[in-house]
């Protein structure tokens, strides 16, 4: 193969589109490595305290000008009691999965499922990218609001 690298400047990793501050439409997508090591959704445990957690890639949709932009986005299920327990709850209700009583977690079943989020930057080793500081139930463009799940 042949390369010409003439006026590019080496760098440690790719900066993808960072989206703007504001609330998008997203769709949980399977999504593997180019060096195979890690398929999403992907399911772990949380470093420092060893709770269950989803990592997730979602892609923006409904918006032609970003439908390339894709978000990190981890799904830590937390003992009841603990600060923020809920909140993969809220995540299950949000994208139509079972979210009551004892559960069986099906991650490879949440590919598909769509849902608004609330992007943010964050800046770490020097990179912006963006992550999710709300959810809420996607609502079709066009749709009327009486569609969306009450919460």
């Known amino acids: 193969m042949e390369f010409d690298a003439t006026g590019i400047e080496p760098s440690a990793g790719g900066?993808?589109?960072?989206?703007?501050?504001?609330?998008?439409?997203?769709?949980?997508?399977?999504?593997?490595?180019?060096?195979?090591?890690?398929?999403?959704?992907?399911?772990?445990?949380?470093?420092?305290?060893?709770?269950?957690?989803?990592?997730?890639?979602?892609?923006?949709?409904?918006?032609?000008?970003?439908?390339?932009?894709?978000?990190?986005?981890?799904?830590?299920?937390?003992?009841?009691?603990?600060?923020?327990?809920g909140m993969a709850i809220h995540f299950l209700k949000t994208i139509n999965q079972p979210f009551e009583g004892k559960l069986s977690v099906q991650s490879q079943d949440w590919v598909g499922e769509k849902l608004t989020g609330y992007a943010v930057t964050d800046e770490y080793k020097g990179k912006v990218k963006n992550k999710l500081g709300e959810i809420k139930a996607y609502v079709?463009?066009?749709?009327?609001?009486?569609?969306q799940v009450p919460f």
């Open 15 to 85: 900066q993808g589109k960072v989206l703007p501050k504001g609330w998008y439409n997203f769709e949980v997508i399977t999504y593997t490595t180019n060096d195979q090591s890690k398929t999403y959704p992907m399911e772990g445990l949380t470093k420092e305290a060893k709770y269950p957690k989803v990592d997730l890639l979602l892609q923006v949709i409904d918006n032609p000008e970003y439908a390339d932009c894709k978000v990190f986005h981890t799904v830590t299920f937390l003992p009841k009691g603990n600060d923020g327990s």
């Open 140 to 147: 079709a463009p066009g749709s009327s609001k009486g569609d």
